[in-house]
């Protein structure tokens, strides 16, 4: 009788340690389960080992801006783009100066911006624009800039009898750009021995460039064309800087000067570019479609950039609350309407009226479509003879 109690109760102390070993297993692996689908406070980019075309097609969306999880109202709606590539330290303190700032104001105190003022303290960052420094430069590393949209890049002098300002400088980054490339200036020309049998002169512009070499001597089609593809194989390279007169039509360029000794002043936001056009038969100019798909001359011997601009997704990023523009120095923008009669042509009357009156600004200038200035062939004569083809407008812009 007592062995067979304790064969039973042996019996069922066996299964329940077996129940409770497989329900132990099972729980652990459904805590697994449910930790390995529990929502994060960031989302991370998928990535994928093997992507096929479609796979990549439709993850493309998924992987190019940071969201949040909503924990708060003020990050429900933030998106960001992502770029793991950028540095996380503190920049260069040689290439930075205290931006001292002005709340709008002028030198009389009088307001000519509105909505500025506040923000955080922010250092500026010391571009170089001018690209005076020939030879190679190493990228060191790729910065966030807080006075511009683009990123900004680091960049060394691998020559060694360099002095100090010299050594370091910060330059707009292209797209692409990444620590370890090599970027050259070669806005004093091409150096003489980079091309075996070919020197550089501000004779070789445009299209001549492809029918002889650099002293002007005529070619065989297949010597000169080999030079050629040579040189360009050497130079147009994303980053580099050359005259115009030397970068082939249809390529893609930015940080465009209008003055062959002055900086770089045109095409310089965040996914910008411009692309040249054609090269004239007189050699002077070089035609160059700008962002805005405004046609102009520029004169062959100012330089241009080679590449895109960095960060194309700025324009689709989300503050996600009002406090994140307050960071950024932006006050409230109070609407004309919202005013009195002698704070703004719109303000004053009963409910929203603005007096039956063509919009204008504060200062009672003509706003949505009025013309303030009429460059190229429309506008008064001599106003401006560099826009070959005026930028696209109303209808010509929609279709």
């Not at 900004?152 to 490339?181: F, M, Q, T």
């Not at 062959?260 to 090269?279: D, N, Y």
């Not at 560099?386 to 929609?398: A, I, T, Y």
């Amino acid at each position: 009788m007592f062995s067979a109690r304790c064969g039973a109760n042996l019996l069922r102390s066996c299964f329940a340690s077996l129940s409770s070993a497989a329900s132990s297993s099972s729980s652990s692996s459904s805590r697994l389960l449910l930790q390995a689908n529990a929502r994060k406070y960031a989302t991370e980019a998928t990535t994928q080992h093997v992507p096929t075309e479609v796979n990549a097609a439709l993850a493309r969306t998924t992987v190019l801006f940071k969201t949040y999880k909503p924990v708060s109202p003020g990050i429900r709606h933030l998106k960001r783009p992502l770029a793991p590539h950028l540095y996380k330290g503190r920049p260069l303190r040689l290439l930075t100066v205290a931006l001292r700032k002005k709340g709008g104001r002028n030198n009389h105190g009088h307001i000519t911006v509105r909505s500025r003022g506040g923000g955080h303290r922010q250092r500026m960052r010391l571009v170089d624009f001018m690209r005076l420094e020939p030879g190679a430069h190493d990228v060191v590393r790729i910065e966030y800039d807080p006075g511009r949209s683009a990123h900004i890049a680091l960049i060394k002098n691998r020559d060694p009898n360099a002095d100090g300002r010299k050594v370091w400088s910060y330059i707009l980054a292209c797209e692409g750009l990444r620590p370890g490339h090599v970027v050259q200036s070669f806005r004093q020309g091409i150096p003489e021995g980079l091309v075996p049998g070919y020197v550089d002169s501000k004779d070789v512009r445009g299209k001549v460039l492809e029918n002889s070499n650099g002293d002007g001597e005529t070619q065989s089609a297949s010597t000169a064309s080999l030079a050629l593809g040579v040189l360009r194989s050497l130079t147009i390279k994303p980053g580099n800087v050359l005259p115009l007169r030397l970068i082939p039509t249809g390529t893609i360029i930015h940080n465009i000067s209008l003055d062959p000794e002055g900086r770089a002043i045109l095409v310089r936001s965040a996914g910008t570019f411009g692309q040249v056009i054609t090269h004239e038969e007189s050699g002077r100019y070089t035609q160059v479609r700008l962002q805005s798909g405004e046609v102009r001359k520029v004169l062959q011997d100012c330089v241009a950039t080679i590449g895109k601009v960095s960060n194309p997704l700025w324009k689709n990023r989300n503050l996600g609350k009002a406090g994140r523009s307050r960071w950024l120095g932006r006050r409230p923008h109070v609407r004309g309407m919202a005013m009195n009669r002698n704070d703004h042509p719109h303000g004053g009357g009963r409910g929203k009226s603005k007096g039956n009156k063509h919009p204008r600004s504060i200062w009672g200038w003509l706003t949505k479509g009025k013309r303030t200035r009429k460059p190229g062939p429309k506008g008064p004569k001599n106003s401006n003879k560099m826009v070959v083809r005026e930028r696209p407008r109303g209808k010509e812009k929609r279709s």
